[in-house]
């Protein structure tokens, strides 16, 4: 289980429990299986946009508000993964191709 997947799966338990939805009233509302919204909340499965689209709406939030204030730690691997997504989402077409190159020549001459 990664740590993405426990702390979406918390999220999705907060805001359950904040509505005062049972996990079957919330899997009802999806359209999904109360089983796989107990896997999620778990962190045992790892959740599709789709579903995670179909839950957002059970609960009357955005992905957006799911997925805020996601406290990660900053010494794991994850986290470090998506401020770099994050940094490069921000970038153009170009500077990610630049960004990628560099990176390639870097771990090539560095061999980390």
Request: hydrophobic share 40%; net charge neutral; charged share 30%.
């Amino acid at each position: 289980m990664s740590e993405i997947q426990k702390m979406v799966g918390e999220r999705i338990r907060h805001f359950r429990k904040e509505k005062g939805l049972s996990q079957e009233d919330l899997a009802s509302l999806a359209n999904l299986h109360a089983t796989y919204i107990g896997q999620l909340e778990r962190g045992e499965k790892n959740p599709t946009l789709n579903s995670m689209l179909k839950i957002a709406d059970a609960l009357g939030i955005s992905l957006e508000q799911l997925f805020q204030a996601m406290e990660m730690n900053n010494e794991s691997k994850d986290y470090t993964l998506i401020k770099i997504i994050t940094f490069l989402q921000t970038k153009s077409v170009e500077e990610q191709k630049f960004v990628l190159k560099f990176l390639q020549m870097l771990f090539e001459w560095k061999k980390f």
